[in-house]
């Protein structure tokens, strides 16, 4: 929600998904000295009567996005506007300083438009692309299981990519601490990985869009002789990409007991298999 204000710049309430409401006063050039500028509730031109009522003082810097604000004073001062008052930023100018820089917010069809800016509220997605394109999903000691905090988290990507067509895979990569021997490790963040592809799935998303890999202890983003580091270590990554998912050629392995034909493997991946000398009879 932005209102233009001549010879200055411009004023702007802004909301974006899964965020705070913020304000932010941009300048056509610098205009304010840096430092404080005062920020007051005065009554419109055509109702000159009533005195000011302080709001306090903001940090002012002196570039384009001269005033920015977070979201307890820019909801008093949208409350301030939707009741008939102007809102009235005050600061030295940086040019000559005998001259004080006033700036103020008018309230001629606010409420118009902060109806419509409400609406759009409504609307919003819980969460924006930034907060949920790369992300962990963290794990307790020796379990697969998801936790509450993680299943909303979930639910936020489900609900965005729902929204968002754009989305067209998702690269799900699991990871464990250092406890246990190795094998149980790549075991332990295979299950978890699958965990969280079979909840994506079972909330819409086609499986051929994931790209599920495990890792085992391989990564570590902490140190897993503390506690705190491999409560870190243990996760799932689940990352989002606008890039369709690579296509992955079907790797047929023959098996013997425990043992997997590497020479297969390497011929299902491209490279030629190893060349065997004729057995040459006596």
């Not at 999903?137 to 639910?155: A, H, M, R, W, Y």
Request: glycine share 6%.
């Amino acid at each position: 929600m932005a209102q233009p204000i001549p010879e200055f710049g411009k004023a702007v309430f802004f909301h974006e998904a899964g965020e705070t409401l913020h304000f932010y006063l941009e300048a056509d050039s610098p205009r304010m000295k840096s430092g404080r500028a005062a920020v007051k509730i005065i009554n419109p031109i055509w109702k000159p009567d009533g005195k000011a009522r302080s709001l306090g003082y903001v940090d002012v810097r002196q570039d384009q996005s001269s005033i920015d604000i977070e979201e307890k004073l820019a909801n008093k001062m949208l409350q301030e506007l939707y009741a008939g008052q102007q809102v009235q930023f005050s600061r030295q100018s940086w040019y000559d300083a005998a001259q004080t820089v006033s700036v103020a917010i008018s309230n001629v069809n606010f409420r118009a438009a902060y109806d419509q800016y409400v609406t759009c509220l409504a609307d919003l997605l819980p969460v924006n692309l930034a907060q949920i394109e790369r992300t962990s999903l963290v794990f307790k000691p020796g379990q697969e299981l998801l936790s509450d905090k993680e299943t909303d988290f979930l639910d936020d990507i489900l609900v965005y990519v729902d929204a968002d067509k754009t989305i067209q895979s998702f690269y799900i990569d699991g990871h464990s601490d250092s406890q246990g021997t190795r094998s149980e490790n790549l075991e332990t963040s295979k299950r978890r990985a699958e965990k969280v592809m079979k909840y994506l799935v079972a909330g819409g998303i086609e499986r051929d869009k994931i790209v599920l890999r495990w890792h085992g202890e391989r990564y570590p983003v902490a140190s897993n002789r503390t506690a705190a580091g491999r409560a870190q270590n243990r996760r799932v990554t689940v990352r989002l990409s606008k890039e369709p998912a690579p296509q992955m050629p079907e790797i047929q392995t023959a098996v013997a007991g425990n043992a997997i034909d590497t020479e297969a493997l390497k011929e299902a991946l491209g490279e030629p298999p190893k060349k065997v000398p004729p057995t040459i009879a006596p």
